[in-house]
């Protein structure tokens, strides 16, 4: 059963992120590139977020987290991380690393895509990219949202799975706009970035340009990543589909 209070955590966390980071008056701090601002943000998500993950199924021996699916996370914090780093340096403004956070919410439940989600963006951040880490509280959306998605029957048909992804882009914008716009000035070098810098040079303010880029690229960037995952669920046995309601 998922466990609502670290679930809390994991939203506490979150807007932790955005508040400290001083609104769009004062997040300069956070922009200079030196240690201490850069541990002043990270550190207290980074004892924050991954118990708190962990624990969104407490016990862990039940049905909803099995041992089957806690074995697929290192793939899906490999694939994301491998994807995210590819899509970064091709300049693409989408991001497309969500695709595996995704199938794990749809074939193991909402507990444990918001688990994928956050530990993954966890292990990108600590070993490669720390400018992840502020973002483990959408990831973990999506994946709760994408296993949401599957119990609700809409990964049963091409149509209702393609509003999934819409609808939980549509959300994952929403969320990831504050950090981008508050805590990274609009954008980390990646092609969403240079969308920031463009609809700013538009008249757009930092708040306005980040979250118009986010609702430009989110939805369009989950609506594809629930399709590739409708894809994938349609080529596994029947039996299996049928089990998973999808």
């Known amino acids: ?29 956070y922009l200079d590139g030196s240690a201490d601002t850069q ?12 118990p708190s993950a962990l624990f969104c199924s407490w ?20 694939f994301k991380i491998i994807v995210g780093q590819l899509i970064g340096f091709s300049g693409i403004p989408l991001y497309l690393d969500s695709v595996a956070t995704v199938l794990i919410g749809v074939l193991a439940g909402p507990a444990a895509g918001a688990m994928t989600g956050a530990v993954t963006n966890l292990a990108w951040g600590l070993t490669i990219n720390p400018t992840t880490i502020p973002f483990a509280a959408g990831a973990a959306a999506i994946g709760f949202l994408a296993g949401c998605s599957r119990r609700a029957g809409l990964m049963s048909k091409l149509w209702t799975a393609l509003l999934a992804g819409l609808g939980t882009g549509l959300i994952a914008g929403f969320l990831g706009a504050p950090i981008a716009a508050f ?6 070098g990646v092609g969403t970035g240079s ?14 340009a980040t979250t118009l ?8 960037d989950k609506t594809v990543a629930f399709l590739l995952v409708w894809i994938i669920v349609r ?9 998973l309601g999808a």
């Not at 080529?235 to 089990?243: E, T």
Request: avoid cysteine; proline fraction near 10%.
């Open 59 to 78: 016990p862990p021996t039940s049905p909803r987290l099995a041992i089957s699916t806690l074995a697929l996370i290192p793939f899906a914090a490999a």
């Open 1 to 29: 059963m998922f466990n609502i209070r670290p679930a809390l955590v994991i939203a506490g966390t979150y807007a932790w992120a955005v508040l400290t980071a001083g609104g769009p008056t004062n997040y300069s701090g």
């Open 195 to 208: 969308v920031v810098a463009a609809l700013q040079a538009a008249g757009q303010s930092l708040l306005g």
């Open 183 to 188: 805590v990274f000035g609009g954008g980390q």
């Open 235 to 243: 080529g596994l046995p029947n039996r299996v589909r049928i089990a």
């Open 213 to 220: 880029q986010s609702l430009l690229s989110d939805p369009l």
């Open 39 to 50: 541990a002043a943000l990270s550190l207290p998500l980074t004892l924050g977020l991954p």
